[in-house]
């Protein structure tokens, strides 16, 4: 009788825990669509209609509550500043064989090629998400540091993954699916309001899936170059113009 018991409550404990992921995914990846926060220094959402993690959406800005909020959700986190921005993933190339328009942004981003050209970004890091008991292995959100806005988040997740997409199809419809030609696997993609949403479910060494997930703002990248472009034009005037002045 006792090992019955055991396992029925090996069984139920079970099916908790998959619900618990699929009510956390739920929470995390579909957002509150009518969420607005009255906090000073909380970001305003006003139903966001594109892609949001943990209710991070492209009109929010990241504040000092915020990072706090995430820190008690992910985990502690590392940040780093003015940095490099590669858009690539999941092999050399992905992006420029499927992604044109986001190749465009890389080109610009990493111009002129084979050097080293860093932006004004803010790039947290979590590297221990899943002592917090979220179903994800590595966590990175990059914001600008211009607007705060965020330009690019990166999740990768094991077998949980499976739950994101069934989480972010529910909320915005099929995906567009990339087989790959070069390597093995396979992408998934949402594209809204110019920002794109791409899952890669490739395997790891041990032969077991991996599902990367990027989100990339679009919008904010694109006004993250200009004001680097118009800051490059100014800082050129005034060098010019005390040149002229010297003399």
């Known amino acids: 009788m006792s090992v019955l018991?055991?396992?029925?409550?090996?069984?139920?404990?079970?099916?908790?825990f998959v619900l618990g992921i699929i009510v956390a995914v739920v929470i995390i990846f579909a957002g509150n669509d009518d969420t607005t926060v009255n906090s000073k220094s909380a970001p305003v959402l006003k139903s966001q209609?594109?892609?949001?993690?943990?209710?991070?959406g492209v009109d929010s800005e990241l504040t000092d509550n915020i990072r706090d909020e995430l820190i008690e959700k992910l985990g502690s986190d590392a940040i780093e500043g003015r940095s490099p921005l590669d858009l690539d993933s999941n092999y050399k190339g992905f992006i420029r064989?499927?992604?044109?328009?986001?190749?465009?942004?890389?080109?610009?981003?990493?111009s002129p090629p084979g050097e080293r050209v860093e932006h004004n970004?803010?790039?947290?890091?979590?590297?221990?998400?899943?002592?917090?008991?979220?179903?994800?292995?590595?966590?990175?959100?990059?914001?600008?540091?211009y607007t705060q806005k965020p330009l690019l988040f990166k999740i990768a997740s094991k077998k949980e993954g499976a739950f994101i997409i069934d989480?972010?199809?529910?909320?915005?419809?099929?995906?567009?699916?990339?087989?790959?030609?070069?390597?093995?696997?396979?992408?998934?993609?949402?594209?809204k309001n110019k920002s794109f949403l791409i899952i890669s479910i490739l395997k790891d060494r041990y032969g077991d899936p991996e599902y990367h997930t990027a989100i990339y703002f679009?919008?904010?990248?694109?006004?993250?170059?200009?004001?680097?472009?118009?800051?490059?034009?100014?800082?050129?005037?005034?060098?010019k113009k005390k040149g002229k002045t010297a003399f």
Do not use: C
Not at 5 to 16: C, L, P, R, T, Y
């Open 218 to 239: 679009t919008p904010n990248i694109e006004a993250m170059l200009s004001k680097e472009e118009q800051v490059a034009r100014q800082r050129e005037e005034a060098i």
């Open 49 to 56: 209609e594109g892609f949001t993690f943990f209710d991070l």
């Open 167 to 191: 989480t972010i199809r529910t909320k915005h419809g099929e995906p567009k699916t990339i087989n790959w030609e070069q390597e093995e696997g396979r992408s998934l993609y949402w594209e």
């Open 121 to 145: 970004l803010i790039k947290l890091m979590y590297r221990y998400a899943q002592r917090k008991k979220v179903p994800f292995k590595y966590v990175e959100l990059i914001f600008s540091n």
């Open 97 to 110: 064989q499927y992604f044109k328009e986001l190749d465009q942004l890389n080109k610009r981003l990493n």
């Open 5 to 16: 018991k055991n396992k029925k409550i090996q069984v139920s404990a079970g099916i908790f």
